[in-house]
């Protein structure tokens, strides 16, 4: 008896895993897009767009806490790592995560989003979309010249 109740701790002790809130790891078609301009007008405009369409951020962090890319070196690049909540689906039980990757240098930066429901192009083509739009409506706004 008591080498099955070993057998079974051991076995259990193998599978499990640890889960780190929120943070959804590398997929194999995440949502990438360079969009230019600054790294505070991005981050910015992310938070607005997440924000208004219903998602609600439980972190901002360095995405070098999560994983390693050479981005992430000291190499004068701003990251930032943006990680919403599960959002419920209306017409389904299950919800989705979002995380936002952003990596920044001069007036450029490239975006990425990751989604735990998998492939989802309209959600985030709409929110690249919106953030995009919101940048280029505050260049207008402000009389800001868009980089060329």
Request: net charge negative.
């Amino acid at each position: 008896m008591r080498y099955l109740i070993l057998s079974l701790i051991f076995t259990l002790a193998g599978c499990a895993a640890v889960q780190i809130p929120g943070y959804i790891s590398r997929v194999d078609h995440p949502y990438d897009r360079k969009i230019y301009a600054g790294f505070e007008q991005v981050t910015g405009s992310f938070l607005f767009v997440l924000q208004k369409q219903g998602w609600v951020i439980s972190e901002e962090s360095n995405p070098a806490i999560y994983e390693r890319d050479d981005r992430y070196d000291n190499n004068g690049s701003r990251n930032l790592l943006i990680i919403a909540d599960m959002r419920k689906h209306f017409a389904h039980l299950t919800g989705t995560r979002l995380n936002v990757f952003i990596h920044g240098i001069g007036n450029t930066c490239d975006v990425e989003i990751r989604l735990s429901s998998g492939r989802n192009d309209w959600l985030a083509q709409g929110i690249l979309d919106a953030v995009e739009q919101g940048i280029k409506d505050w260049t207008v706004s402000t009389g800001a010249l868009e980089p060329q």
